[in-house]
């Protein structure tokens, strides 16, 4: 069990490492807002730099934050979720519905979902696809990879909490409070 905690502490501490450098991401997508809006005021633009190519380039960068914050989310419960029907359970039986939604909701969503965002991006490699605008940017399959790379890391974060649960259920006391994962705290 203290093998299942340490994989569980490793894959956490490489998610919420990607998670921190996505969060420069924003920082570089503030600035390419902010460098778009003053140049279409004030009239000038970049040779090959206009408006179109950094209004696209502002969602490739939305697509990398939301995907690359995708297990950074999981892990730390800051997904949307519905908890009124179970607000006032307790930390097993929350424990236990989070471990049935894994296997049950989770596990092949995302599996289904990662192996269709995978083609969806090799396609768009493979046909050389472009943007639509005859001004806008070329490979078009790297935001759509951006999207896969962020599946493959719910996937992992999703196995992350399946392993605390499986301490938190099954293992020694003793790693109880240490397993406890954001949606059930030990007692």
């Excluded at 969060?23 to 009239?43: A, P, Q």
């Excluded at 090799?122 to 940017?137: F, M, N, P, Q, R």
């Excluded at 999207?147 to 938190?168: E, P, Q």
Aim: glycine share 6%; with cysteine; hydrophobic share 55%.
């Amino acid at each position: 069990m203290d093998a299942l905690l340490a994989a569980s502490n490793a894959i956490n501490r490489v998610i919420g490492k990607i998670g921190e450098w996505a969060g420069w991401l924003f920082v570089v997508t503030v600035v390419v807002i902010v460098f778009d809006v003053i140049s279409r005021k004030f009239g000038f633009q970049l040779p090959g730099l206009g408006s179109t190519r950094l209004q696209e380039l502002e969602w490739h960068l939305h697509t990398a934050i939301f995907s690359f914050w995708f297990g950074l989310a999981y892990i730390k419960n800051a997904h949307v979720r519905i908890d009124v029907a179970i607000a006032n359970a307790s930390p097993r039986i929350h424990a236990w519905l989070e471990f049935l939604g894994c296997l049950v909701f989770a596990l092949p969503y995302t599996l289904l979902a990662l192996y269709f965002s995978v083609e969806f991006a090799w396609t768009s490699y493979v046909d050389k696809e472009i943007s639509d605008s005859a001004t806008g940017l070329p490979f078009r399959f790297v935001p759509k990879s951006f999207i896969a790379i962020g599946l493959g890391l719910l996937l992992v974060a999703v196995f992350s909490v399946l392993l605390r649960i499986v301490v938190y259920l099954w293992g020694p006391n003793r790693l109880r409070k240490e397993a406890a994962f954001a949606g059930a705290k030990a007692k």
